[in-house]
């Protein structure tokens, strides 16, 4: 049985014994006919790993577990103590106006509002039905919009009856081959909700974290990309849709889309918004109840993990400065000592993790040769840690910090440069091309574009594009659009090689293709 592109998980046999289910960290469950041995339907939803699945002693549903409510559960973890007053959402839920938007700085606490919101909610207003989706930057997965309309409608099927009939209705086949976002949007959330009647909240958490890279690199002087911001598009175009009994909570930036996400969402909600700080959820008896500080949460975060360094802290307000210089502080201690070697190590892991376009497999990185690495990362197991098997960086300022850093003088970090993390990706992947796995399939072609080109990636990359084979499973993965661009491109390339030509629109091609 051929289907998944990752690793199986789960398997669970049909009441009957004539289907087998499998769940897969692809993120994807699949049916499989157990007389053919061909795959019958595909689920899609999940924004992470689905690691079981079991059938309906009927047979007739298939219920699936995943790995997405991980970064939730850390969430839970890291607020224990914080006392909340949710009266401001509560106010609002019994208000007119459609949209509630906590725009706050950088490790504020607005994902961990999320998540303790959809508890509150789901304890206190049991009637109504809640879907929320978490964006992050480093994965690609949570920001592509047809994958939030999966997530979001599988949420919702879970927890309304009329919801979920509407949804089962719908033939398997035409869901799995949905690729159009517009036609996505009609029969997975559109139809099936003009039948509930129950108040629905549609949560999007951190829409900063989908804004193209660049704009929040030091001295970015440009404008807002025409649609950088797939799920911002998504929100304005086909979610404000929905009928009226549907609301939004959604957490950004304050300098998401180049500043303008408050007055834009004042115009997509016709200024039916509430704005909120993360300051007016949090108790003042936190501190008697030992939670954190107020001002940037992650801070304490970092403070109360990493103890163990001997590094510590005593502020009980702290601003984004303060955080950067707990990362320098916890670098400096870390990288100090260490061998020009394993310094080399170190930073060709942290070029790899911040190339990444979804969070890096241990065992991609033990073929890599930098899984041994990762116990010297500095703050392992806080700054930097695994989950299900996969490597993940404690929060987006981390990110953030490392990339001003890079450029800064004297930097601790001052020699590290994610093209080169790009490139080395994209050597990796070129190895595998022939057997690829679905993250070579999505992101060969991009990481061999974002490197500096030098000969090597040059050639990998005109190899790849002359690889109908590898082209072929890739278009499984890719809109008729990208696909076409990578056609022409192809046929153009390929007539070059016939007659003796070298490619010397490679670098412009590249510039397309990213």
């Known amino acids: 049985m051929q289907g998944h592109s990752d690793v199986v998980r789960g398997v669970a046999f049909s009441p009957d014994g004539m289907q087998l289910a499998t769940a897969s960290t692809d993120n994807t469950a699949r049916v499989w006919s157990l007389s053919n041995g061909k795959c019958t339907a595909t689920m899609q939803g999940h924004s992470d790993a689905v690691t079981g699945v079991a059938f309906s ?236 500080g107020t001002g940037v949460m992650v801070y304490h975060t970092v403070a109360k993990e990493c103890a163990v360094l001997g590094i510590s802290w005593g502020k009980d307000h702290a601003d984004l400065r303060d955080v950067y210089n707990a990362y320098r502080r916890v670098f400096v201690s870390a990288l100090t000592g260490l061998s020009p070697e394993d310094r080399g190590g170190v930073l060709a892991l942290l070029e790899a993790l911040l190339a990444a376009q979804e969070p890096l497999a241990e065992s991609s990185l033990q073929r890599m040769g930098l899984a041994g690495v990762l116990p010297r990362l500095p703050g392992w197991g806080c700054l930097f840690y695994v989950a299900e098997h996969h490597v993940y ?45 679905a993250y070579c399939l999505k992101y060969l072609l991009f990481h061999l574009a974002s490197s500096r080109l030098p000969d090597g990636a040059r050639r990998q990359l005109d190899e790849a594009l002359l690889d109908w084979s590898f082209l072929k499973r890739r278009r499984c993965g890719a809109s008729e659009m990208r696909w076409g661009k990578i056609a022409r491109y192809c046929a153009e390339n390929e007539q070059r090689a016939r007659i003796g030509t070298t490619s010397s629109n490679t670098v412009t091609t590249a510039e397309q293709l990213k």
């Open 57 to 292: 002693p009927d047979g007739t549903q298939l219920a699936t577990a995943s790995t997405d409510k991980t970064a939730r559960q850390r969430h839970r973890q890291r607020s224990a103590g914080t006392v909340w007053e949710w009266g401001a959402v509560e106010a609002w839920l019994d208000g007119p106006c459609r949209a509630l938007c906590v725009l706050a700085g950088a490790g504020t606490g607005k994902s961990t509002i999320c998540t303790l919101l959809m508890d509150h909610l789901a304890a206190e207003r049991p009637r109504l039905v809640v879907a929320a989706h978490f964006l992050k930057y480093s994965d690609q997965r949570r920001l592509d919009p047809l994958l939030i309309i999966k997530s979001l409608a599988h949420q919702l099927a879970s927890q309304s009856a009329v919801f979920r009939e509407r949804l089962s209705a719908l033939d398997v086949a035409h869901v799995t081959a949905l690729v159009d976002l517009e036609s996505a949007f009609r029969d997975l959330l559109q139809n099936p909700l003009g039948h509930v009647q129950e108040p629905v909240v549609i949560m999007l958490d951190a829409l900063d974290e989908a804004d193209p890279a660049e704009q929040y690199l030091p001295g970015f002087r440009g404008n807002v990309k025409a649609c950088g911001n797939k799920t911002l598009q998504l929100l304005t175009r086909q979610l404000v849709q929905l009928g009226a009994n549907v609301r939004f909570v959604i957490t950004a930036r304050p300098d998401a889309v180049c500043s303008q996400i408050e007055p834009l969402l004042g115009r997509v909600f016709a200024d039916s918004v509430t704005l909120l700080q993360p300051e007016a959820l949090r108790s003042e008896a936190t501190a008697e109840h030992g939670g954190q």
């Open 393 to 437: 960086l404690l929060h987006k300022s981390l990110s953030d910090w490392l990339l001003q850093e890079s450029q800064a003088e004297g930097a601790v970090v001052r020699a590290l440069e994610v093209a080169r993390g790009h490139e080395r990706l994209g050597a990796f992947l070129s190895r595998h091309r022939t057997s690829p796995s």
